[in-house]
């Protein structure tokens, strides 16, 4: 019996007929799922370590310049050895971290014990702001703070505190060992890629992100300073107990992108609140310090920052809040020096370039390196 012959598929039916499935598509998209779950587990189980770590090479990649420099540099006939350079950086670097870190958890103890004192009357001074609202609402926001074991939560945070200086001699240690193996780098740039030329080509890669983190901390540093200064005069003026410790907290949130300002502006009004009980004196600071963080950071700091860091302000956002889940605030103070750099190695491999583009401000994460100069120069 003869089969009837088979009609040919029609239009809509080859439209309609199931497209085969690349087997190797799915498998590379569960490795790189596979992946990205290793590399983030291993981010959060190493994270001390690994902020330190970067923090060490932020802090190295701001000294390198200036200790080439110096190497350069001649008194008469003689010249300042690189290694001398070297230990000179290490040495200040380590003083200026031991002195701002003994500053920091000084002022941080002091805020403690003063919120410990103050403990009693902010539960009543934070009710009291919703008393518009109604006896009933004013009475329900009292209870629920009352509930709250203020106490344990000073001594987690006095407990984090001290691991502040363990990091910081980690930090130190870091350094240390890049300012000894910085001599080297090029011979082991170029023995790694095997390419002369394409190590020249990673080596302006590296510089670019060196020199738009070393612009972004330095403008970021002074407008910090400048708003940090600013709010403890504010706080001064109005008499309030934690004026320096106020200025030296806003001048660290400061680098804490876009959340920073508003979390030091709140701080401040609420410290002025319970400390005063004054709500026409509050909302003077609170004004005063809005109108100092929303000048000093959409005004002064695009101004001072140019072009040199054409980050989306929605990638900033979207880094922000990773670092912060993986890292904590420690994430949040590299978030940016992290994605400047992601951004410009992104941009220079052309599979990751979209990624790139999302990243950047204006969809252009060219990242501005320096061109080599010609062989005759």
Request: aromatic share 8%.
């Amino acid at each position: 019996m003869t089969q009837p012959p088979r009609l040919p598929l029609r239009s809509d039916d080859r439209d309609r007929a199931p497209v085969p499935r690349d087997p190797h598509r799915v498998q590379d998209v569960a490795l790189i799922i596979i992946a990205f779950a290793v590399v983030l587990f291993l981010l959060v189980q190493a994270r001390f370590l690994l902020i330190s770590l970067v923090t060490a090479i932020v802090i190295f990649s701001l000294m390198s310049d200036a200790i080439s420099f110096i190497a350069r540099a001649r008194i008469g006939p003689l010249a300042i050895p690189n290694w001398l350079a070297s230990i000179a950086a290490v040495v200040a670097i380590a003083a200026a971290l031991l002195s701002l870190t003994s500053i920091v958890l000084a002022q941080i103890n002091t805020v403690l014990i003063t919120t410990l004192s103050y403990a009693d009357r902010a539960p009543e001074a934070i009710a009291a702001l919703f008393s518009w609202l109604g006896e009933n609402t004013e009475a329900a926001v009292l209870n629920s703070l009352q509930t709250v074991e203020l106490g344990g939560y000073i001594r987690a945070l006095a407990s984090q505190a001290g691991n502040l200086m363990q990091g910081t001699v980690l930090v130190i240690l870091f350094v240390g060992f890049l300012f000894a193996e910085r001599v080297w780098f090029s011979t082991k740039l170029v023995n790694f890629t095997g390419d002369p030329v394409q190590a020249d080509r990673v080596g302006r890669i590296i510089g670019s992100i060196i020199r738009r983190v070393n612009r972004y901390l330095a403008v970021k540093t002074l407008v910090s300073v400048m708003t940090g200064i600013m709010v403890w005069a504010l706080a001064g003026l109005f008499g309030l107990e934690l004026a320096v410790p106020l200025g030296i907290l806003t001048f660290l949130l400061n680098y804490i992108p876009n959340i920073g300002s508003i979390v030091a502006t709140a701080m401040v009004a609420l410290v002025a609140y319970v400390q005063l009980g004054d709500p026409a004196a509050t909302a003077a600071i609170f004004a005063i310090t809005g109108v100092v963080q929303f000048v000093n950071g959409n005004v002064l700091d695009p101004m001072m920052m140019g072009r040199a860091l054409r980050l989306s302000s929605f990638g900033i956002i979207i880094s922000l809040a990773f670092w912060g889940a993986v890292w904590g605030i420690p994430g949040m103070f590299l978030s940016v020096p992290i994605t400047v750099a992601a951004m410009i190695v992104c941009s220079e491999i052309p599979a990751l370039r979209p990624l790139a583009i999302l990243l950047s401000r204006e969809g252009l994460p060219e990242p501005e390196i320096t061109p080599a100069p010609p062989p005759n120069a």
